[in-house]
Each structure stands twice: as C-alpha cells, then as structure tokens.
C-alpha cells in the first residue's frame, strides 16, 4: 500500500523554513492588529453613545422646558380669567291672599309685639305754574304754613297739645297748630331716649310774606321755665310757605279751575314717581297708600310777565304709608301657610297685589297709628338667603364641596347649577367678585 500523507506538493517543497522566532512574531503582529482594531470600534462606540445621550438630555429638557411654560400659562389664565356662575333656584311657593289685614304704626308698636307694622313718610312737596290769561285785579291775603315734626323727649307718657299751641322760631315769629294733638312719650333702646314724635302742620300767626320760613327749629312758649321747654320742641319737615299780602292779577273762576285741575295732574304723576324712586329698596310704596293735598300758591312777582297775563301755581304735599317688604311677606306667610317655617321669605310679585286702604278719606296719614287694609290676589313666596355670605363660604373650595355647605348652612336654596369657566375649573375662586349669581326666584302676577 502507498503511503499517500507522504506525497508533497511541488510548490510547498519551494517554500523556506521558518524558524521559531519568526512564527512568534507573526502571531504577535496578528494580535496587535486586531488589539488596535477593537480600541477603534470601541473608540466609535463610546462617541456615538455620548453625541445620542446629549441629544437625549437636550430633548427631555426643553421638553420640560415647554411643558412647565404651557403650565404656567394654564395657570395664569385660570387665575386671571377664572370664574364661576351660579345659576340658583330657592325655595318657593305661592299663597292666595283675601280679606283684611290690621297694621299699626311702627312709633307705636312695641319690640314685643307679633304684629305688623307700617311706616310714614310725609312732607314731600313739589309745585308747578303756567301762565294763563287775567282779568283785572285782586286784594290777597294769606298766611304762611308748613310741616313740622314735634318731638318728646320728657317722659314716657304721652304729651296733649290743645288747638292753637303756639311753637316759636328762632327771630321770633309764632305758628300754631289749628287742631288738638297728642305726643307720644319716648322710648328707650338701651340707655338711648327714642323721642316720641307727630307731624302736623302749622299756620303762621299772621298773614304775609315776612312769615315764609326756610327749615327751622321751634321752642314752645307755653313750657317756657319748666322742664318741658328744652324737652318738647319741635323742627321743619318743610319749609313754611304761601304768606302773601298785597295785589295780584285775578283769573276767571273758569280758567282757574280747568289749569288747576291740569297743575294737579302734572304734579300727582310727578311726585309719586319721585317718592317711588327715592323709596329705600327695603319698602314698598302701593298706590292707594298715598295722600295727596293740593294748596293754590300765590306769585308775588308777576311784574315780567305781559299785560293781561298771570301765574297759576300748585303746590303738592305727599304723605304715604309704606310697609317693609320682608315683614309683610314674613306676616303673611304666617297667616296663610300652615307650613311656612319661620326663615325669611319675599312676596317677588308684591308691587303687582291689589292693595285697598280702608276708610282711606277719614283718614290723616300724619296722624294715624292704626290701619285696616286688604292684600288680594296670589302672592308668590320666595325664600332668601345672604347672598355676600354665600360667596364667602364658597371661596377658595373645591366644587365637590359646594353641595355639603348648601345643605348645612343655606336652607333656603333649592338647587345650584354651577357652570365654571376655564372648563378644568373646579375650585371657586378666592376673589369672590368672580362668583357671579343668577337667581332664579319664579315671579309671577297675580
């Protein structure tokens, strides 16, 4: 058999031996290129990994950045622009109203008493003149006279003033009251003296223009050198006019009467709707609760006006009983619901109720401290509540919270629509002139 490991390639026979040293050396050289060949992948690897995780840290920062400014933003114009609106429906319901109802002065009334009360308010005045046709001449003479309010601060008791008492001002000059009066005594509130007090209307003591009087305070002679003197005494609720003596131009009977009747109309729609603007919100002022008195005045000083020419003028005086709003509803509702719990209430329709005033002619509005009078028709209640403390309750809290103060704290609210404003509002905010409120109370006529 051959041995065929023994043959050899020609080309192999060819080659030189290589010794041992250079074997080595070949192997080492080997090594070392593929040394320096993985530190320079390891070299790439390493800047690679540090430009990728500085571009990483760049992103996430900025990103940061961006978000924290968007909320920022959110945030202020939450705060800036940030409100709610309350949409709130109280308690309500209606009673119907018939027959008579009694009420008696508020001066009179004591704190204990579980009645109605009614307030005056008098000595309003306005007039009016227009220049009508004359004929001819006429001798007047006519006294001054005005409203004055009579105070009594001596006694508890009630003071009687007979039929011409004579008040003094302070020049001298005496008006009287031409009917017997009584003056009611003071009261106290605390250590404070409430005078009790009348008005009335007083004519000066004669006839004439020197007797016109802006407002002052008067003394009564008759008291004078006793306690009573500095104690009861009287002041102006009006200015004293309508003195006069001398010549003026004289108009018919007929003209007269037709321009009056067209003075008083001018100054009857003009006065109650004063009254009724100058009215504390608090009251209510009803149509057949007012007194009218109509006087002629007389112009002195016609001398600018054409020949055959004169002034016709009227002067007004308004009193009127009016009524405070929530305890008339409050009153009523006590009378007419057996269910009504006590808390305070509104009539919303009340100014739309027919109100009659009884034996309203017989009656002087100056002088009374007891009336009659019939409410009719369907009132509508509505229940209040303290609007001011509402929104201080609810500032700063979460709307979660709202219902559990309603509840606990405002019986009087039925229910509460909030619609708040950014939409991912819903925490009230702490300025409280953003918590706006539309109430929602039903009012209806009778």
Same mark, same amino acid.
């Given at each position: 058999m051959k041995d065929i490991n023994s043959k050899k390639n020609p080309k192999d026979s060819e080659k030189k031996p290589v010794s041992r040293a250079a074997e080595i050396e070949e192997i080492y050289r080997g090594n070392g290129n593929r040394q320096a060949e993985s530190e320079k992948d390891w070299y790439q690897d390493t800047v690679s990994s540090n430009h990728t995780s500085k571009y990483d840290w760049k992103f996430w920062t900025g990103l940061i950045a961006v978000l924290a400014v968007f909320l920022l933003g959110v945030f202020g114009f939450t705060k800036f622009f940030g409100r709610v609106t309350l949409t709130i429906v109280p308690a309500q319901g209606d009673i119907f109203l018939s027959g008579l109802t009694s009420a008696v002065s508020a001066t009179s009334a004591s704190t204990s008493d579980q009645i109605l009360t009614f307030s005056t308010i008098s000595g309003i005045q306005d007039t009016e003149k227009r220049i009508v046709d004359a004929s001819g001449q006429e001798n007047v003479s006519t006294k001054a006279q005005?409203? +004055?309010i009579i105070y009594n601060k001596h006694s508890p008791s009630k003071q009687p003033l007979v039929t011409n008492t004579r008040f003094q001002a302070p020049d001298g000059k005496i008006y009287r009251i031409n009917q017997a009066v009584t003056v009611p005594g003071y009261t106290k509130k605390g250590t404070e003296i409430i005078p009790g007090q009348i008005e009335v209307t007083v004519f000066a003591d004669k006839p004439g223009a020197e007797y016109n009087l802006p407002t002052s305070d008067f003394t009564i002679p008759g008291f004078a050198g006793g306690p009573k003197f500095q104690n009861i005494f009287a002041r102006s609720k009006t200015n004293m006019t309508g003195g006069f003596v001398g010549t003026v131009k004289k108009v018919s009977a007929t003209d007269l009467d037709s321009n009056r009747q067209a003075l008083q109309k001018i100054l009857r729609d003009r006065i109650i709707k004063k009254a009724s603007q100058d009215l504390p919100a608090k009251f209510v002022l009803f149509p057949d609760a007012i007194q009218l008195k109509f006087t002629d005045l007389i112009v002195p000083d016609q001398s600018q006006l054409p020949a055959g020419k004169a002034y016709v003028a009227q002067q007004v005086t308004l009193s009127a009983l009016i009524f405070d709003r929530q305890e008339l509803a409050r009153y009523l509702a006590k009378q007419w619901s057996p269910n009504y !719990?006590?808390?305070?209430?509104? +009539?919303? =329709? $009340? !100014? @739309? $109720?027919?109100?009659? $005033?009884? =034996? @309203? !002619? $017989?009656l002087d509005f100056t002088k009374i401290n007891k009336v009659s009078f019939s409410l009719e028709g369907k009132a509508h209640l509505v229940w209040i509540f303290d609007i001011a403390k509402l929104k201080q309750r609810l500032s700063g809290v979460g709307s979660s919270e709202m219902h559990k103060i309603l509840a606990s704290e405002f019986p009087a609210i039925n229910t509460v629509t909030p619609s708040f404003f950014p939409p991912w509002l819903w925490t009230f905010p702490t300025n409280i002139a953003k918590i706006n409120l539309i109430i929602n109370n039903g009012a209806k006529g009778p």
């Amino acid at each position: 058999m051959k041995d065929i490991n023994s043959k050899k390639n020609p080309k192999d026979s060819e080659k030189k031996p290589v010794s041992r040293a250079a074997e080595i050396e070949e192997i080492y050289r080997g090594n070392g290129n593929r040394q320096a060949e993985s530190e320079k992948d390891w070299y790439q690897d390493t800047v690679s990994s540090n430009h990728t995780s500085k571009y990483d840290w760049k992103f996430w920062t900025g990103l940061i950045a961006v978000l924290a400014v968007f909320l920022l933003g959110v945030f202020g114009f939450t705060k800036f622009f940030g409100r709610v609106t309350l949409t709130i429906v109280p308690a309500q319901g209606d009673i119907f109203l018939s027959g008579l109802t009694s009420a008696v002065s508020a001066t009179s009334a004591s704190t204990s008493d579980q009645i109605l009360t009614f307030s005056t308010i008098s000595g309003i005045q306005d007039t009016e003149k227009r220049i009508v046709d004359a004929s001819g001449q006429e001798n007047v003479s006519t006294k001054a006279q005005g409203q +004055i309010i009579i105070y009594n601060k001596h006694s508890p008791s009630k003071q009687p003033l007979v039929t011409n008492t004579r008040f003094q001002a302070p020049d001298g000059k005496i008006y009287r009251i031409n009917q017997a009066v009584t003056v009611p005594g003071y009261t106290k509130k605390g250590t404070e003296i409430i005078p009790g007090q009348i008005e009335v209307t007083v004519f000066a003591d004669k006839p004439g223009a020197e007797y016109n009087l802006p407002t002052s305070d008067f003394t009564i002679p008759g008291f004078a050198g006793g306690p009573k003197f500095q104690n009861i005494f009287a002041r102006s609720k009006t200015n004293m006019t309508g003195g006069f003596v001398g010549t003026v131009k004289k108009v018919s009977a007929t003209d007269l009467d037709s321009n009056r009747q067209a003075l008083q109309k001018i100054l009857r729609d003009r006065i109650i709707k004063k009254a009724s603007q100058d009215l504390p919100a608090k009251f209510v002022l009803f149509p057949d609760a007012i007194q009218l008195k109509f006087t002629d005045l007389i112009v002195p000083d016609q001398s600018q006006l054409p020949a055959g020419k004169a002034y016709v003028a009227q002067q007004v005086t308004l009193s009127a009983l009016i009524f405070d709003r929530q305890e008339l509803a409050r009153y009523l509702a006590k009378q007419w619901s057996p269910n009504y !719990d006590g808390l305070p209430v509104e +009539i919303a =329709n $009340l !100014d @739309k $109720l027919e109100f009659t $005033l009884q =034996n @309203k !002619d $017989l009656l002087d509005f100056t002088k009374i401290n007891k009336v009659s009078f019939s409410l009719e028709g369907k009132a509508h209640l509505v229940w209040i509540f303290d609007i001011a403390k509402l929104k201080q309750r609810l500032s700063g809290v979460g709307s979660s919270e709202m219902h559990k103060i309603l509840a606990s704290e405002f019986p009087a609210i039925n229910t509460v629509t909030p619609s708040f404003f950014p939409p991912w509002l819903w925490t009230f905010p702490t300025n409280i002139a953003k918590i706006n409120l539309i109430i929602n109370n039903g009012a209806k006529g009778p």
